[in-house]
């Protein structure tokens, strides 16, 4: 009998037996006379490592479903406040493997990867600043829950704020501003006290840097988010790349749109509005599209029949959005169930599928990767965990017709134009981070000007129609990377001009580049960045040229359609 999601079992881990444990093992360790002796110790570690996994993930799971439910709450707070103490349960452990005079023939067995993660989660951490780590985790909550209690009275319903999305997209424009004034509305009287969690935030992690010896929290942002093979420079180079070749086709395209819906300007609330006979939609609901999700990939090959058919029937999904949800979408991984899970907010749009695709191109992968005895290498670093979920978009492009019918080309002409348009804000909300954080000390409202500043340089386009807080520079006040996941968006951008190279591809020859897909996903996490790129036989989006050529194709395809017949 196959066991559901609702059945796996979750119990408080009982953290200072387990980290007794662990020291008892560790002592072991560095008693053993051989790599293969060490080796042994480490695979007892890591199962105690995976079941502090599977807690702390079903708890995340289940408190984000429903906020509202206390006793996952109350566990959610527990690995909020205890999480540093499991932070430094590994910390011990990466600095025993990393100190191994087997260290060499540890590596041959596992990977070097595993002690370049090791060695950045010790320059990542120290017992002196766990205190600070809880403040953070706690203020990232408060922010979640915050954006989750939003109940606004809006077209005679009470809506959260992922069911505002069919509103952007509505065929009257009156419809679509008063929708953006209700949202903006919210956050306008939530904004004192976004910026005030954002500020101790800020301020919080600029002195977890500082006590850890680093000049900002850009340097140690870095460390967190496992960079081992790129640096900022390199970043900012890409950076100013897009500036330089995506913002004009970015211009354009917005041009193009304001014709095509027949507007003398267009405003942010138009933006999401692509065509005068309405955007394309999927054809069904939630259970219906999760439905095609079925045909679909039993026929895409029979590793993606398998995952899915696993994922369905183990109900691996919880997709539909609802009261005291949270908002967004997300992959996550159960170790001990062997188990991905996705998570999204179906609203109605075309985002329905995306997300689909998305989040199930993570899944994926770390289905495909769920042997490896390392369970670091479940997922890779996050800028190339992005290359699976959004080239499964692409992969999954001769099944849209399920899905959308006869809207199926407004769908990918909206989905490619979306996503090349994606680049500009993507490393604009990268350049604002490491602003905020290489000047720690400025005020709410000084960040909102630079906010502004960024904007006029990546998204000229941009008109908020007067409409507050919007106007004043708190878009980003919405993305709630910034506030969990510091330097995490640049990442979307680099795995975005990856997964454009594997459309390139699959267009030319599918198979060859579904080939290389699979081996890129059973690859898991046990390589840095641009080595799993070259591995699966793309270029670096940071090497010069990598960025125009991109453009250039998606730039042609675009062109050869005539979007005002759609």
């Not at 935030?201 to 960079?227: C, P, S, W």
């Not at 955007?279 to 045909?295: D, F, S, Y």
């Amino acid at each position: 009998m196959v066991r559901t999601f609702k059945d796996y079992e979750y119990e408080r881990p009982n953290l200072e037996q387990i980290s007794s444990k662990v020291d008892a093992l560790l002592e072991e360790f560095k008693k053993k006379q051989s790599a293969e002796e060490q080796g042994g110790v480490i695979d007892q570690l890591n199962v105690h490592f995976n079941y502090l996994s599977t807690m702390s993930t079903l708890t995340y799971i289940r408190a984000s479903i429903d906020t509202k439910d206390e006793f996952y709450d109350q566990e959610r707070t527990f690995f909020d406040e205890y999480g540093p103490m499991i932070q430094e349960i590994n910390h011990k452990y990466y600095q025993a493997i990393s100190e191994s005079p087997y260290r060499d023939a540890l590596e041959e067995r596992y990977g070097k990867q595993l002690f370049a993660l090791s060695e950045n989660a010790i320059k990542g951490f120290d017992p002196k600043v766990k205190a600070l780590l809880q403040k953070e985790n706690k203020l990232d909550s408060e922010y979640s829950k915050l954006m989750a209690s939003a109940e606004i009275e809006f077209d005679g319903k009470v809506l959260n704020l992922s069911e505002f999305g069919p509103y952007a997209e509505h065929q009257d424009r009156a419809m679509r501003r008063d929708a953006t004034k209700a949202v903006q509305g919210f956050m306008g009287e939530q904004l004192d006290k976004i910026d005030q969690i954002f500020d101790e935030l800020v301020k919080t992690r600029h002195q977890i840097a500082q006590e850890l010896g680093y000049k900002d929290f850009v340097e140690l942002g870095y460390i967190r988010m496992n960079r081992i093979d790129y640096d900022r420079d390199m970043v900012e180079n890409f950076r100013r790349q897009v500036a330089e070749h995506v913002v004009p086709l970015v211009t354009e395209l917005k041009e193009r749109q304001r014709k095509r819906i027949g507007l003398s300007e267009l405003k942010s609330y138009d933006e999401s509005f692509d065509f005068v006979t309405g955007n394309a939609t999927p054809k069904g609901n939630a259970e219906e599209i999760l439905q095609n999700g079925a045909k679909m990939y039993s026929e895409l090959s029979s590793e993606t029949d398998e995952f899915y058919t696993f994922m369905r029937e183990r109900e691996l999904f919880d997709v539909e959005a609802k009261k005291g949800k949270e908002g967004g979408g997300y992959c996550t991984f159960i170790p001990n169930y062997a188990s991905p899970f996705i998570f999204s907010n179906f609203n109605g749009t075309l985002d329905d599928v995306t997300v689909l695709t998305h989040e199930a191109g993570h899944a994926f992968q770390s289905y495909m990767s769920r042997g490896f005895e390392v369970p670091e290498y479940q997922f890779p670093t996050l800028e190339a965990a992005e290359i699976h979920s959004m080239s499964m978009e692409y992969f999954t492009y001769p099944w849209m017709d399920l899905f959308f019918k006869t809207d199926t080309d407004k769908f990918k002409f909206t989905h490619m134009a979306d996503n090349i348009s994606f680049l500009p804000y993507g490393v604009a909300i990268d350049e604002f981070q490491h602003i905020v954080y290489e000047n720690p000390e400025l005020t709410p409202l000084e960040r909102r000007q630079e906010w502004k500043k960024l904007e006029d340089k990546y998204l000229p386009h941009r008109d908020y129609d007067s409409i507050e807080p919007l106007s004043s520079g708190a878009f980003w006040h919405r993305q709630g990377h910034v506030f969990g996941v510091p330097f995490y968006y640049i990442d979307y951008t680099l795995a975005q001009v990856c997964a454009l190279q594997f459309w390139k591809r699959a267009n030319e020859d599918f198979d060859a580049a579904w080939a290389d897909y699979i081996k890129l996903c059973k690859l898991g996490g046990s390589l840095p960045f641009n080595a799993l790129v070259e591995s699966a036989n793309l270029t670096s989006p940071f090497e010069d040229g990598c960025l125009v050529s991109v453009v250039g194709e998606v730039k042609d395809y675009l062109n050869s359609i005539d979007d005002k017949v759609l």
